[in-house]
């Protein structure tokens, strides 16, 4: 049980479910930062190249091990990303060798670094099949990619056309619909008997899309899924904060460096790793529910993925307003943290 006093809440330590880590520069200065917070974290393979095969996702977790700091005992929990040429032995070898944890699906084209992605879903049935099989879970980009579709509308209309056959078809998949942004999906996730679970981020638990438009264009609240309207936004802090074991913290946390933000056709994603734990502990305390943070932050997460929760803790505590550099600096050039726009009281007891 989560310790709470008015001012203090000790929970076990977080994992993050969804984070994006990049390699190289961007790499060494961003995983320190969640390390810092989190036990665990499931790795994006979204580079480029992606990471497709089970040996490129070992070479990945060797690199992102020394960019940690002496002593860290974080542990990336790697994917490797779905293509209509993956090989289903390669998955089960590499899941079997404890290198993998899941596998992630992009549709091609619907978002960063998608192009390899998934055109015609029947094509990686096989892979489905034998990963339900094993046991090895899909993490899925939820959004339909066909342009006739309005980009707000992209993640309800996927779980009717993609999502819904995917699980007809493979009943015994487990899936993660990742960064889920509507009151449909936290719906479609909730009336689901199995196998079937959501993460939400820091960020679409705190902006709508009048935060991205109204009033000049904000490029640094600008990620994929899109935020969507403010009855969303409230559906999935409802979600966030029932205790309810199939929504858990997934960040999503993906860095791009302020030059890629302010293009004229800018990169999509909001940077929350140094930042995320204070921004839900006032989410959660705003709305009278720090008990339930830590099956937000790390019992739900682990539970859906058969792993054992963290056994230490970290504890938070409530003070004057913190304040976290506007900016980080990496070897590719600044990143912008995400400012959540309001005053955030909580912190990490270091
Ligand atoms: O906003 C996003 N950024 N959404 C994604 O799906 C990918 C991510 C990234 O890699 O930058
Ligand atoms: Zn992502």
Redesign the pocket.
């Known amino acids: 049980m989560p310790k709470i006093s008015p001012d203090r809440l000790t929970i076990r330590r977080p994992d993050d479910w ?1 984070l ?1 880590l990049r390699d190289g520069a961007m790499m060494h200065a961003v995983a320190p930062m969640t390390a810092a917070h989190f036990a665990r974290a499931i790795i ?1 393979p ?1 580079l480029v190249p992606p990471v497709v095969t089970g040996a490129q996702a070992g070479a990945y977790r060797d690199r992102i091990m020394a960019a940690l700091p002496d002593g860290s005992t974080f542990r990336p929990l790697m994917t490797c990303y779905l293509t209509e040429n993956t090989d289903p032995d390669d998955l089960a070898q590499a899941h079997a060798d404890g290198i993998i944890t899941a596998v992630k699906l992009y549709p091609a084209g619907a ?1 960063t670094n998608s192009a390899s992605g998934v055109k015609d879903f029947d094509k990686v049935r096989p892979v489905l099949e034998r990963m339900a099989d094993i046991g090895l879970p899909l993490c899925v ?1 939820g959004e339909v990619t066909d342009p006739e579709v309005d980009i707000f509308d992209r993640e309800a209309v996927f779980i009717d056309r993609v999502l819904k056959p995917i699980r007809k078809k493979v009943p015994d998949l487990k899936i993660i619909m ?2 889920v942004t509507t009151e449909n999906a936290v719906d479609y996730v909730r009336d689901s008997r199995a196998n079937l679970a959501a993460t939400i981020t820091t960020h679409h638990l705190i902006i709508n899309r009048n935060h991205i438009l109204a009033g000049g264009i904000k490029p640094h609240y600008y990620c994929l899924p899109v935020a969507k309207r403010e009855k969303h936004r409230i559906a999935l802090v409802a979600a966030a904060i029932s205790g309810d074991k199939r929504f858990f913290l997934g960040t ?1 946390s ?1 860095p791009h460096t302020d030059a890629n933000k302010f293009l004229p056709c800018g990169c999509a ?1 909001c940077f929350t790793a140094p930042n995320t734990l204070s921004c839900l502990a006032e989410v959660f305390d705003v709305a009278g529910a720090l008990d339930k943070l830590e099956n937000f932050t790390s019992l739900a997460g682990p539970r859906f993925y058969g792993l054992a929760p963290n056994e230490d803790t970290i504890t938070l505590t409530r003070g004057a307003p913190v304040t976290y550099p506007a900016q980080v600096e990496t070897g590719d050039g600044p990143v912008t943290v995400f400012d959540p726009g309001f005053p955030l009281h909580w912190s990490v007891e270091a």
Request: proline share 0%; net charge negative; aromatic share 0%.
């Open positions: 969804h994006h994006m979204n978002t980009h990742e960064h999503d993906a994603g």
